[in-house]
Structures are given as C-alpha cells and as structure tokens.
C-alpha cells in the first residue's frame, strides 16, 4: 500500500486529522503567546529587563524563528486538515496553487507595486523568495482562503455551477480582506513590511489620490483592492479544483478552519491595541467577528453535527 492510500484510508485520514490538530493546537498557542508578548513587555516602552544581553539573544531568536514557525504550523495544519476531509492530493494541490499564485501577485507587488501599492517586505518575516517576498507570506495566504472558504461553505449555496463558483471566490477574498484591517497597521507598526507612497500619487489627480493615498495608518486602498483581486483569483482556482458542494458536504461542517481564521486574529489585534491604534483594533475585531458569527449561527440554525465521520467520497478524494 503507497503512501497516498494509507492517507486516504479511513485510518489514515484520521491520522492526518489528529496530525493537523496537534499542529493547529501549536499554531494557536505560538499566535496566542506572541500575542501576550507583543500586548505586554514588547509594547512601548519596552522594560529594561528586555536590555540585557541574554534576554536580546532570546528576543532575536524568537523575532527570527517564532513568526516563521508559527506559519509553518498554521499551513500545516490547514493542508492535513484538507487531507482528512478531501483527500491527500487534493489538498496538497490546493496548498501548491494557492502558494504559487500568490507569490507570484506578491513578486508583482513589490517589484512594481501592482496591484496592492509601493511596498516592501524586512526580513523580520524570515527567508526572502527572489530578496523580495517572505516564504511565509504565501504561506498563510494558502491557511487562511481555506478557512475562508470553509466559511462560505457554511453560508453560501453549494452549487456547481459557475455562477456560484465566481460568488464563492468573491465572498471568500472578502472574508480574507477583513483579516488585513487589523494586520497591515500592526505589521508596519512592529517593522515587518512598510509603504512606500510616491509624492507624485499625493500630488497627482483625484483619483490618484484617492486610490493611492496612505489614507489607514499609512496604508493606500490599493493594498485592500489587492487583496480581493488576488483573494478572488487564488480562491476561483481553489474552487476550480474543489467544487462547492465538496466545500459545503466535507470541510464546512468541521470548527478547524474556524479556530484556524479566527486565531491569526489574535497578533495584530493584539498590536493594535497596545501600541495606540485602538481604532485598527475595534475595526479588526469587527471584520473577523462577522463572518465567524455568521458561520457559527448557520450552523446552529441548520442543526447539523460538528462531526462528521469519515466517507466513502471522502476516500476518493
């Protein structure tokens, strides 16, 4: 028996399940815990015990290795979840397309600044694909259209057709938007990317000013029309490769992707409110609270198990 059938197997999917849940447990405990951190003694100003020597080689490493490690974890979490529900190849499929496209938007952004604006990543988010775009980036883009779509699932009906498959990937980039209300003020406020607005945009015409201007804490509206032109895109693909239905029958039911969206909340809102951008926080808060609300209560309404065992189409998969 090949590595695939084992993962396809009823015992094998729910070896990948409870693989993905320790990971998905250590990815909320890592996101929680810098969360603490950055809401506490890395908030300004910084406590002098922070100073001393031994105490800085323990913050660089953590700054060097947590938020990479913490992705990682997320990612895994999301691709074995997929596993136990869609099948092994499916779900390395939809990491594997998602990853690629969004690297390539991110290349495209900060090579040209399209479609998201001018900016630039540190190296704070770990390794530099091509000196421009943090593997990781990707990375969570991947976890977080597949909690998004989860969502969709619980929400939205679950046709085939390609009318809804287009409805689906614009509800998916939107729900996938509303995480970067609170992560681009808190990401360029701890020095992970910054923006890089151009005196011509600020003096150019209405509309240049009015797409291109750091109106949000330094950020233009081209960052958000980025990120629902790519959200749609990648999500489009992802549905090409996994019809609703399948989204709704397999993946929706399971509260994983739900504690997966709602976890990488915790950081930014957390650097939101403890280095003075209370506003960014409220407005974060709000955007990730609704369309979690909205899938809790669909479900409750629907009267459906949070469980489901592991089937035959499953398997297939």
Request: net charge positive; glycine share 8%.
């Amino acid at each position: 028996m090949n590595s695939h059938s084992v993962l396809t197997s009823p015992a094998g999917s729910a070896t990948a399940l409870r693989i993905g849940m320790l990971c998905l447990l250590a990815h909320a405990s890592a996101s929680v815990l810098s969360g603490v951190a950055f809401s506490t003694f890395l908030a300004p100003p910084v406590p002098s015990w922070m100073s001393t020597p031994e105490n800085r080689e323990i913050a660089t490493f953590l700054f060097r290795w947590g938020g990479q490690s913490t992705v990682v974890l997320g990612a895994l979490a999301g691709v074995l979840h997929a596993a136990s529900r869609i099948g092994q190849r499916r779900a390395w499929l939809l990491f594997g397309v998602a990853f690629s496209i969004t690297l390539a938007a991110e290349l495209l952004g900060t090579g040209t600044g399209y479609p998201f604006g001018p900016y630039t990543y540190t190296s704070q988010l770990g390794y530099l694909i091509a000196g421009l775009v943090p593997f990781n980036i990707p990375t969570s883009w991947f976890y977080m259209l597949y909690a998004s779509l989860a969502i969709c699932g619980r929400l939205l009906p679950a046709t085939d057709d390609g009318r809804t498959r287009w409805w689906w990937a614009l509800v998916a980039a939107v729900i996938l938007t509303a995480w970067d209300v609170s992560m681009d003020p808190a990401m360029v406020r701890t020095n992970h990317w910054f923006w890089h607005v151009p005196q011509s945009t600020l003096n150019g015409s209405s509309l240049e000013r009015f797409l291109g201007a750091p109106f949000y804490f330094g950020m233009p509206l081209t960052n958000w029309l980025g990120w629902l032109l790519t959200g749609f895109l990648v999500a489009r693909v992802m549905l090409w490769l996994v019809p609703p239905s399948t989204w709704a029958r397999d993946v929706a039911p399971s509260n994983v992707p739900l504690v997966l969206y709602a976890v990488n909340g915790v950081l930014p809102i957390a650097i939101c409110f403890s280095h003075d951008m209370a506003l960014a926080g409220i407005l974060g808060t709000i955007a990730m609270a609704v369309p979690l609300a909205a899938a809790l209560l669909a479900r409750l309404r629907a009267g459906a198990s949070w469980a489901r065992p592991v089937t035959a189409s499953m398997r297939a998969g």
